[in-house]
């Protein structure tokens, strides 16, 4: 038997137990890298945040691991999530060279008020997910309660996946469909992006 | 799956959480006072409970806060947890001889006795 037919038998018997646990179902789960944003690392204390209203457009109002998007404004979407008591991920869904701009903007919003602002948009990217077997995918690596009791539309939290940290997002739904959006380290993108894929496949869900 | 509830962000799973070791060690306030036996057993001296005892753990995969547990030792259960800054609050079912002060170990210099 030459290599290359005893790598070809061993795919086959991992397809083999793939096939076993492989429902058969209709649910689906597409998974893309979501478009390059602005990310900025924000930290101050909560009464001040409180107190700030919402500098640049990024609403600070909402209670831990939960948060909030507008894209009501014309510089496009806002994205603010708390991810602890004093700690807040801010994302711009705009161009790169708006970053100087909106961290400008940011400073000059928060004026005297104590804060730390690290611009971050190169450290994470962003997977999303949607459709019917997301939160499925999603379970694979992370143990999270992901219903929509424990998880609902607008929580969002640091997280494992795996062997990753995540912050994991659920966004507004779109159309009947969940939408959740993975923001992980860069050096994990590829490992994140693979193991989702794979998870999707071994579930039955339509990619 | 053991669940652990953060004061900030309630029950959440194990592998998110970090144990900090023994809770509630006051730290001198004037380092250089202590002679070496003294400053060897604030570094290095716990008292290794078994049973109930106050630990720190961290939210390390979550929202990285510290925060203080009661965990029996014995059973790895965690009856309670609490803000970081909060006395210890005692439960009942603490070992015989367990130290109702902030201090939860032997003073130090009584311990090498």
């Not at chain 1, 646990?21 to 890298?33: D, F, Q, R």
């Not at chain 1, 161009?95 to 005297?112: F, P, R, S, V, Y």
């Amino acid at each position: 038997m030459s290599d290359h037919e005893m790598i070809a038998e061993r795919r086959d018997v991992f397809h083999a137990v793939d096939n076993l646990t492989k429902p058969s179902n209709n649910e689906s789960c597409a998974i893309s890298v979501a478009a390059p944003a602005l990310r900025f690392g924000l930290r101050m204390d909560a009464t001040a945040a409180a107190a700030a209203g919402k500098p640049a457009g990024f609403d600070l109002s909402q209670s831990i691991n939960s948060l909030r998007q507008s894209v009501a404004d014309a510089a496009s979407g806002r994205l603010s999530a708390r991810l602890g008591p004093d700690e807040w991920l801010l994302i711009a869904e705009t161009g790169a060279d708006a970053a100087e701009a909106l961290m400008a903007g940011l400073t000059a919003d928060l004026g005297d008020v104590a804060h730390t602002l690290v611009d971050v948009s190169h450290r994470n990217l962003a997977i999303e997910l949607t459709g019917s077997a997301a939160a499925d995918v999603l379970n694979t690596g992370c143990p999270l309660d992901l219903g929509d009791q424990a998880f609902p539309v607008g929580t969002a939290t640091r997280t494992l996946f795996a062997k990753a940290e995540i912050i994991l997002c659920r966004c507004e739904n779109v159309g009947q469909q969940p939408l959740y959006r993975v923001e992980c380290w860069r050096s994990f993108g590829r490992y994140m992006h693979a193991y989702l894929q794979e998870s999707a496949e071994l579930i039955g869900a339509r990619v | 799956m053991l669940l652990i509830k953060c004061p900030h962000c309630g029950e959440r799973p194990e592998i998110e959480f970090h144990c900090g070791g023994e809770a509630h060690i006051a730290r001198p306030l004037d380092p250089s006072q202590l002679d070496d036996v003294q400053w060897a057993e604030l570094l290095f001296y716990r008292a290794n409970t078994k049973g109930v005892m106050a630990e720190r753990w961290n939210h390390l995969h979550g929202c990285q806060r510290w925060f203080n547990a009661l965990r029996n030792t014995v059973s790895d259960k965690i009856l309670r947890t609490y803000m970081m800054g909060e006395p210890r609050p005692y439960i009942g079912g603490e070992a015989q001889g367990a130290a109702t002060g902030t201090l939860s170990y032997p003073a130090p210099g009584e311990r090498s006795k």
